[in-house]
Nanobody
Framework: QVQLVDSGGGLVQPGGSLRLSCAASGTIFSIYAMGWYRQAPGKQRELVATITSTGITDYPDSVKGRFTISRANARNTVYLQMNSLKPEDTAVYYC?????????????WGQGTQVTVSS
C-alpha cells in the first residue's frame, strides 16, 4: 500500500513564504512525475507545479517565478517552496505522484494541507 502524506500548510500574511512537503511511503519500485495541485472553495482543482524523475519542472503562469518545486528521489519526497504569497493562493494543496508499485502504474494523492494567505 502506497501513501502520500503532505504537510507544511498554515496561515501566512501576503508576501510571506511557506514550504510544503510530501513524502511517499510503502513498497515503491519507482516514482515518475510528482506534483502539487490546489483547490480553492467553489473552484476546480488546478495544477500548481510538476517535476519529473529527472528534475524537469513546469508551472502555470499564475505561480511562475514565485513557487519552486523540488524533489529528493532517495527519500521519495517532493517539496513546494512558495514565496511572495497572495490571497488568491489560498486553497487546499494536494501532492500527487505517479508511482510504480506491485507491478502497476498508479496515481496517488496526499490528504491535502490548507494554505491561507490573509492579513
Amino acid at each position: 500500500q502506497v501513501q502520500l502524506v503532505d504537510s507544511g500548510g498554515g496561515l501566512v500574511q501576503p508576501g510571506g513564504s511557506l514550504r510544503l512537503s510530501c513524502a511517499a511511503s510503502g513498497t515503491i519500485f519507482s516514482i515518475y512525475a510528482m506534483g502539487w495541485y490546489r483547490q480553492a472553495p467553489g473552484k476546480q482543482r488546478e495544477l500548481v507545479a510538476t517535476i519529473t524523475s529527472t528534475g524537469i519542472t513546469d508551472y502555470p503562469d499564475s505561480v511562475k517565478g514565485r513557487f519552486t518545486i523540488s524533489r529528493a528521489n532517495a527519500r521519495n519526497t517532493v517539496y513546494l517552496q512558495m514565496n511572495s504569497l497572495k490571497p488568491e493562493d489560498t486553497a487546499v494543496y494536494y501532492c500527487h505522484a505517479d508511482v510504480i508499485a506491485a507491478g502497476k502504474d498508479s496515481d496517488y494523492w496526499g490528504q491535502g494541507t490548507q494554505v491561507t494567505v490573509s492579513s
